[in-house]
């Protein structure tokens, strides 16, 4: 009896040629890699806080002692933020929940290539879900920093609004743009080691143009809304104080931008995926 043979005929623009369906075949490539996405979070969860003295406090340290600061500073008038219809430390706290979901997601998701070693050039599997691995380690540092508000908000006896329940959600699309920028900045510091010294230096002076520590001052409103991360970051913060989004347009702006930003980096990652233990 005769077996029957399969021809395999190799395309290197296979990927080119699939069009709109290579967004079906993507999907189901990561969906069927989650138990792998979840095995290197952990893996990565452990080796961050392996051998340090205070483990996992460092997560509740850091935004501490920052906040702190800050606290300091606008008690001796050094630093104004005018009147609040929140506590300080809470006003603050919000801020920096959500932009240290952006920076610590940067952070993690460029070195994600580059700090798997041998893993990529030895062991066949979608590089992407290593950046995705890196991406829930934000998740969890930023779900800490959540209930952190909500023990603060008992502490110093604030009512939020119902919004603190959506606030969350709220920070979804600049989640969103934080895994489109790490796809790529992940590709780059593969060829450029410089890449992540850059990211930490970029997202530090992009936080003092950000709302984050402080309202956006209403005689300077312009020069915040040319920054697309202002939308992003105000938008959770405003849904726990009013309920409402503040600047909806420019939020669903921004959020619009965050997908383009996420699909296009996805699909170019996707395209030199097999180039990159090459580079590695």
């Given at each position: 009896m005769n077996a029957?043979?399969?021809?395999v005929v190799y395309e290197p623009n296979r990927h080119l040629k699939q069009g709109?369906?290579?967004?079906?075949?993507?999907g189901a490539e990561l969906?069927?890699?989650?138990?792998?996405?979840?095995?290197?979070?952990?893996?990565?969860?452990?080796?961050r806080y392996k051998q340090t003295a205070l483990g996992y406090v460092w997560i509740v340290l850091t935004p501490a002692v920052a906040i702190g600061t800050f606290m300091v500073?606008?008690?001796?008038?050094?630093?104004?933020?005018?009147?609040?219809?929140?506590?300080?430390?809470?006003?603050?706290l919000m801020?920096?929940?959500?932009?240290?979901?952006?920076?610590?997601?940067?952070?993690?998701?460029?070195?994600?290539?580059?700090?798997?070693g041998d893993m990529i050039a030895k062991i066949n599997f979608p590089r992407e879900t290593l950046v995705?691995?890196?991406?829930?380690?934000?998740?969890?540092?930023?779900?800490?920093?959540?209930?952190?508000?909500?023990?603060?908000?008992?502490?110093w006896g604030w009512r939020p609004s119902w919004g603190i329940?959506?606030?969350p959600l709220a920070a979804l699309p600049l989640f969103v743009l934080t895994v489109g920028l790490s796809l790529m900045l992940a590709l780059l510091n593969g060829v450029i080691r410089d890449t992540a010294n850059a990211v930490a230096l970029i997202t530090t002076f992009l936080m003092f143009l950000t709302p984050v520590f402080y309202p956006v001052p209403p005689e300077k409103g312009w020069v915040f809304q040319l920054n697309p991360l202002t939308p992003l970051v105000e938008a959770p913060r405003r849904l726990a104080v009013t309920g409402t989004l503040g600047d909806g347009a420019g939020f669903v702006s921004a959020s619009g931008l965050a997908v383009l930003v996420f699909l296009l980096a996805w699909?170019?990652?996707?395209?030199?995926e097999t180039k990159i233990p090459e580079r590695m």
């Open positions: 029957e043979r399969h021809t709109i369906r290579i967004w079906k075949e993507m969906f069927e890699s989650r138990e792998l996405v979840w095995r290197l979070f952990v893996r990565n969860l452990m080796a500073l606008h008690r001796a008038g050094v630093f104004q933020v005018g009147e609040l219809s929140m506590p300080y430390p809470l006003f603050a801020g920096l929940t959500v932009w240290q979901l952006f920076a610590t997601g940067l952070s993690c998701g460029c070195q994600s290539l580059v700090g798997a995705f691995a890196a991406m829930a380690q934000a998740l969890f540092e930023f779900a800490v920093k959540y209930g952190l508000i909500l023990l603060g908000c008992w502490l329940v959506l606030f699909r170019v990652f996707h395209l030199v």
